[in-house]
């Protein structure tokens, strides 16, 4: 045990205090009592705690007085504090005894792990979630942020200025969406942003992602996706008819020509060299995701966002008070990863079922599901919609209801192979809201950029200034 302690470091930095009360709050900053290993040290740091909090003075008197109060006072470790050599620059011992810290933390730890295995003989699974998330706590009380000073700050910024310049005039600064449109939005995910992506069933809200992910390897970068819904063969089998331009009936039933097998061929070949990683166990808790990302990430630096798939069927830890206290754990976590590991990370969301009683079927950001923490922590959320497919169920729902009263109906409808779709900016941190025209071709669940020229307004959904929960909205005339 003694390389996991030391009691003349613990003295020098409580003396140093003792002598030169005013650096107690830059100290108090990094360490907690229970840093310390010694149990009166632990006290005396406690006892300079409630003096600070009472400004009073931290000196020998007061603190022999608080420690009497609360009957923790000991004369003879006392005189050995104040007998210990002061000390000027305590950064380094402070970050010693934190340090020291961390490692008797992970030793109990791993008692803790087996009386858990052992002696309450807890499930694997649950073993493991508590573990990682003991982890995650030591982890982050031994990670100590200080503030950036100016001279760091605009280094940083130059050389990104300096980046941008080096790429023309691109408007990409972040990561690539695999969308022109959209890119001409945001300019490209930022790379530690909150993407959510939120639809309606039916309005293809995972085969977007999926495209993004299918350009992003085939430009080389590396994507994770935890398929919380969806075997990695299904995502796989999508992605490869976008890329082929094979009709994914024809792929699930191998009903293919003699070419269209060459084809399969080739792009199986090539997407077993890409970097796609796919998590489709079923299940993922936010330290679950965490845990799993942060090891990817390491191995393969390359990897440039995540995609969860979707985010409503991800569990809380336990111990939260309802439904929507877990997904703000869950939002919030997710946001903090996103920002640690420096990559996007876009998560799908369900949309209320009470949109679809609006004759404007349109989604607006109070159709998110338990949406207060969801919308507050998102740097872009985006909405997908197609009309055709409310027209086309409006129309089966007119069919079945003139056969019920036995009368004939003639649908006007039809079904198009390209169903135009808005991917609507419902909210952007750092960039406008508004609407990008996509096209979607269904035989190969593919969006792709709409003819720019197509387009002949933008609408703009702007907090406050339409009501999108009624009927129609009225435009300027083009």
Same mark, same amino acid.
């Given at each position: 045990?003694e ?33 310390f ?13 409630q ?17 009497e ?11 050995e ?9 305590t ?8 340090a020291?810290?961390?490692k @008797?933390?992970?030793v ?21 979630d ?30 990104e200025?300096?980046r941008?310049?080096?790429?023309g005039?691109?408007?990409l ?18 790379k ?19 495209n ?9 970068e ?14 796989m089998?999508?992605?490869l ?22 084809q ?5 070949e090539?997407?077993?060299?890409r ?13 679950h995701v ?14 440039s ?13 336990g ?16 946001k903090?990863?996103? @920002?640690?590991?420096?990559m ?7 949309l209320n079922?009470?949109?679809e ?8 950001l ?30 089966k ?6 056969k019920?009263?036995?009368k004939e ?5 039809r079904?198009?192979?390209e ?12 960039g ?10 269904? @035989? ?5 950029d ?24 009225e435009?300027?005339?083009?």
């Amino acid at each position: 045990m003694e390389n996991l302690y030391n009691l003349n470091i613990e003295r020098a930095v409580l003396s140093a205090i003792i002598f030169d009360p005013e650096i107690f709050e830059e100290i108090a900053a990094r360490l907690k009592p229970e840093d310390f290993y010694l149990p009166f040290h632990q006290h005396l740091f406690r006892a300079m705690e409630q003096l600070s909090l009472a400004e009073k003075p931290i000196d020998e008197e007061f603190l022999r007085k608080e420690l009497e109060r609360v009957g923790k006072f000991d004369e003879a470790e006392m005189v050995e504090v104040l007998s210990a050599n002061p000390i000027t620059d305590t950064k380094a011992y402070v970050e010693e005894i934190k340090a020291l810290a961390t490692k @008797r933390s992970l030793v109990t730890l791993a008692t803790e792990i087996k009386k858990l295995t052992v002696e309450e003989n807890l499930e694997a699974t649950e073993v493991m979630d508590r573990v990682e998330q003991k982890l995650y706590e030591i982890t982050q009380e031994s990670v100590s942020e200080d503030f950036r000073p100016s001279d760091e700050i605009t280094l940083s910024m130059m050389q990104e200025i300096e980046r941008l310049k080096a790429m023309g005039n691109s408007k990409l600064i972040g990561v690539d969406t695999g969308f022109r449109n959209l890119n001409d939005k945001t300019s490209g995910f930022g790379k530690g942003d909150l993407v959510i992506v939120a639809a309606r069933p039916a309005m293809g809200k995972t085969a977007l992602v999926l495209n993004m992910a299918l350009r992003a390897v085939e430009r080389g970068e590396g994507v994770a996706f935890f398929s919380l819904e969806m075997p990695a063969e299904q995502l796989m089998l999508r992605m490869l008819s976008a890329k082929t331009s094979i009709p994914l009936q024809s792929l699930r039933v191998g009903d293919l020509t003699d070419d269209q097998w060459s084809q399969l061929a080739t792009a199986v070949e090539d997407m077993s060299r890409r970097k796609l990683f796919v998590d489709d166990g079923g299940y993922a808790t936010i330290h679950h995701v965490r845990s799993k990302l942060r090891k990817l990430k390491a191995q393969h630096p390359e990897i440039s966002m995540a995609i969860i798939d979707y985010l409503q069927l991800m569990s809380g830890e336990g111990g939260r008070e309802g439904r929507q206290q877990e997904i703000s754990e869950i939002s919030r976590g997710l946001k903090q990863l996103a @920002r640690e590991l420096q990559m996007p990370i876009i998560a799908l969301s369900q949309l209320n079922r009470s949109l679809e009683s609006r004759e404007n079927k349109r989604p607006m950001l109070s159709d998110l599901r338990e949406s207060g923490a969801i919308e507050q922590d998102a740097d872009i959320i985006l909405f997908v919609y197609r009309d055709d497919v409310y027209r086309e169920a409006k129309e089966k729902e007119k069919e079945m209801k003139a056969k019920a009263e036995g009368k004939e109906y003639k649908s006007t409808f039809r079904s198009k192979m390209e169903e135009e779709t808005e991917l609507i900016i419902g909210k952007q941190r750092n960039g406008p809201t508004g609407t990008v025209d996509l096209i979607f071709q269904k @035989r190969f669940t593919r969006f792709v950029d709409a003819d720019k020229g197509s387009s002949g307004f933008e609408v703009v959904f702007e907090e406050g200034n339409i009501d999108m929960r009624e009927g129609t909205i009225e435009l300027p005339p083009i």
